[in-house]
């Protein structure tokens, strides 16, 4: 048997079930907004949780018990992470590139005015500025709770993660309360559908973003990370910090400049 410092990974039944899921979750999505009932959609979300459940597992367990993750392996997951989220800015880029596109040149449809004759906006300065700096200092947290990992304070790791899971939450809280009370829908004009959808979306990968951090620290608290081997966390504060930068884009173009 020749050694080599790579990890062959063995069959997963993982990603097909993931597929599925998401499948099962857009087809039901797609009728509930047509007044269909929800089992289809509640049926690929669960789906989706299985497989994200199961397949972290086994990433833990390469990681942490069977020493899978040598160097190279590790090397080659930050690559890896760095195209992700290479691939997640050209997914924003579009969503602005739609917003300036329409805020840039408004049609006569809109008025010749930007925000569109009609719309309501939200004041740029009330709960979306308190969002910003919700963000704003979950990054300094979970900064703090990296520094804190790599000098070995288990203590004052699992305190910034704690901190960082709860701006995360109450990130979505405030802007799920910012939802049921906007003056507008998605469904009035380009400004309404840009709207939604940038910042929806960013609300999702907030959510997808503290629960990564949510991981990180039930395995901070069995100890599965050490000083020098804790990618798993280092992947998870990656992408808060460019969830954190998305906002601040979001915050000065669509609510600030765009109001």
Not at 26 to 36: E, I, N, P, Q, R
Not at 74 to 80: A, E, F, M, P, S
Not at 180 to 206: C, K, N
Request: with cysteine; charged share 5%; glycine share 8%.
């Amino acid at each position: 048997m020749i050694r080599q410092p790579f990890h062959l990974v063995e069959f997963s039944p993982w990603p097909l079930t993931g597929s599925i899921g998401a499948f099962a979750l857009t087809v039901g999505l797609a009728a509930w907004f047509h007044g269909f009932s929800m089992s289809c959609m509640l049926l690929g979300l669960a789906i989706i949780l299985i497989t994200m459940i199961q397949w972290w597992r086994d990433v833990i367990r390469e990681a942490t018990y069977l020493g899978h993750h040598t160097s190279i392996v590790t090397k080659g997951l930050r690559w890896g992470m760095i195209l992700f989220i290479v691939s997640e800015i050209c997914f924003f880029f579009a969503f602005f590139w739609a917003f300036f596109h329409s805020s840039l040149a408004p049609t006569p449809e809109l008025g010749c005015t930007w925000p569109p004759t009609g719309i309501s906006v939200l004041n740029p300065f009330a709960v979306p500025l308190l969002n910003t700096a919700v963000l704003l200092a979950s990054g300094v947290t979970v900064t703090w709770a990296h520094h804190s990992l790599m000098e070995g304070s288990h203590k004052e790791t699992t305190q910034a993660l704690i901190t960082t899971v709860l701006l995360g939450t109450y990130f979505t809280f405030l802007q799920g309360t910012e939802y049921w009370e906007a003056p507008f829908t998605i469904a009035d004009s380009v400004y309404g559908a840009t709207f939604f959808v940038a910042t929806g979306f960013h609300g999702l990968h907030v959510l997808i973003g503290s629960s990564f951090l949510l991981v990180c620290l039930l395995r901070n608290q069995l100890h599965h990370y050490s000083v020098g081997h804790h990618f798993g966390f280092e992947a998870a504060a990656w992408y808060w910090h460019f969830v954190d930068v998305v906002w601040i884009f979001l915050y000065l173009s669509i609510y600030w400049w765009g109001s």
